[in-house]
């Protein structure tokens, strides 16, 4: 049985919830918050709002790697989790910024975005093999340990994988 990586997942999901975004035992965290561009309604979220989205990666990244976190370990995953509620909040949501904490260890990692998406907005729903949207919130499920909305925040946390042998 697996209580340590439930405890841990419990603590994470508490850390996006609590107004600290790093109790212990995370080992660094940062909370972020990024004035949303001005556009008309029904367009594309501005350039510089997009390549936000690469940057958190990119910080991420270098975060974990510097913990030892590699590819075989769930960095990938990692990465594209955050990236989809982010982009979720960036692309469906309505509130003039975009706010995101993140705590990691080197033991796993807690992602939580402020949810401003109107209610029913965004939703698992059937796509087909052409569409272009609509596979964030099935990626994320697939990923993660846990995931939920919680005080007007979705969060999501991942256990770091430690696998044996050659990682890439």
Do not use: K
Not at 26 to 49: H, K, M, W
Not at 98 to 112: E, L, P, Q
Not at 127 to 137: K, S, V
């Amino acid at each position: 049985m697996m209580s340590r990586a439930v405890s841990s997942a419990e603590q994470m999901r508490d850390a996006a919830r609590a107004p600290a975004v790093v109790p212990p035992p995370y080992e660094g965290g940062v909370e972020i918050s990024r004035r949303r561009t001005p556009v008309p309604a029904g367009t594309e979220a501005a350039y510089e709002d997009r390549r936000w989205v690469g940057d958190l990666r990119i910080g991420l990244s270098r975060a974990l790697g510097s913990l030892g976190w590699t590819t075989a370990d769930n960095l990938d995953a990692a990465l594209l989790a955050l990236s989809e509620l982010v982009t979720n909040e960036l692309v469906h949501g309505m509130g003039p910024s975009i706010n995101v904490r993140i705590a990691w260890s080197s033991d796993g990692v807690c992602f939580a975005v402020q949810n401003s998406v109107p209610e029913g907005a965004v939703r698992v729903r059937e796509t087909g093999p052409y569409d272009e949207h609509g596979r964030g919130l099935v990626l994320i499920a697939a990923l993660v340990d846990r995931r939920g909305t919680d005080n007007g925040w979705s969060w999501c946390t991942l256990a770091r994988r430690r696998t044996c042998g050659n990682s890439r």
